[in-house]
């Protein structure tokens, strides 16, 4: 897509240290490239903001929207959002949550799930591993 894809990070609200569940923005990139970047002639900027709310994390990806229903040639199924909801219900059951929103020109897509961060343990400043359910 080389020039029409531009992507802003505006993640220095998040602690480095704080455990994200996997894969869970690689779908909804995926989804913002290909349903509300690739059918835009002159393309346009995904971004992606992150940020914490007391003991909660917010995670969010924006794209433009398509105007006039000249949206993407690829059929959507609700897949990406389905698997990202599944992740972080079973990494969080009853603490997190998926919001898609549409308007003024963008879709959004909101994550939030509580804060955990990794302890340094004693030996050599080395990360103690997640907790199971989280990794």
Do not use: K
């Not at 609200?13 to 913002?32: D, M, T």
């Not at 992606?48 to 969010?60: H, I, K, N, R, S």
């Not at 308007?103 to 343990?121: A, I, M, Q, T, Y």
């Amino acid at each position: 897509m080389g020039e029409r894809l531009r992507v802003e990070w505006d993640v220095a609200g998040l602690p480095a240290r704080a455990i994200v569940p996997s894969l869970l923005l690689q779908p909804l990139l995926e989804n913002a490239i290909g349903h509300g970047i690739e059918p835009l002639p002159a393309g346009g900027t995904v971004t992606v903001q992150g940020w914490v709310d007391g003991d909660t994390v917010v995670l969010e990806v924006a794209n433009p929207v398509p105007a006039d229903g000249a949206g993407s040639t690829r059929r959507g199924n609700r897949m990406a959002l389905d698997n990202v909801r599944q992740r972080l219900g079973l990494a969080f059951p009853g603490r997190s949550g998926v919001d898609v929103q549409e308007g003024d020109g963008r879709f959004r897509v909101r994550l939030w799930f509580p804060l955990v961060v990794h302890e340094r343990s004693d030996d050599a400043g080395a990360a103690s591993p997640p907790p199971d359910r989280v990794s």
